[in-house]
């Protein structure tokens, strides 16, 4: 399985394991079976849950980002390397990248011309995996935001999630 859209879930932060929980709701005027999902703790005395979201890896990763998150002393990225980089090395890494992502998906919006489903979703995915390894990088380097760009706190201009996937 591709790790991009498959990431595993991190431990919860009180230690026990967390699962992912599907969701089936409501079935749609077309008939449609759709779904959402999140994270929960194992361990129901500690009631830690994430956020709901449409698609499993979102909601893994947003997990993996949050106080919930007991975060892994080292981070696999699926597609970035962050081996024997120093600290200021990893910041720009991460960044670089982000920026390259985000001008693809608004170069994508300006022209007119949507991205492929598939392509749209690695975009999505790569991004929120990038917030995942700028979350870890607080918590492994116990430092605050060093980051220039934090897609959480984005401007309402930003057309990010504007790119909408062309049907087919
Ligand atoms: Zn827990």
Redesign the pocket.
């Known amino acids: 399985m591709d790790l991009l859209l498959n990431p595993e879930i991190n431990f ?5 394991e ?1 699962r992912l929980i599907k969701n089936a709701l409501r079935a749609q005027k077309s008939g449609k079976k759709r779904f959402n999902y999140w994270i929960e ?1 194992l ?1 129901d005395s ?1 009631g ?1 849950k994430g956020g709901a979201e449409g698609q499993s890896w979102k909601a893994i990763l947003n997990w993996n980002s949050s106080e ?1 998150s007991d975060f892994p002393d080292s981070i696999e990225i699926p597609f970035l390397s962050l081996i024997g980089l120093n600290q200021e090395e990893i910041v720009a890494k991460i960044s670089g990248l982000e920026s390259e992502l985000n001008s693809k998906a608004n170069k994508s919006y300006k022209s007119g011309r949507p991205l492929p489903q598939k392509a749209y979703i690695e975009l999505k995915a790569q991004l929120a995996w990038l917030d995942y390894a700028k979350a870890w990088y607080k918590n492994h380097f116990d430092c605050a935001e060093v980051f220039t760009t934090d897609t959480r706190n984005k401007q309402a201009n930003e057309p990010n999630d504007a790119v909408t996937p062309q049907s087919n």
């Open positions: 919860c932060s009180c230690g026990c967390a703790c361990d500690c830690n919930n």
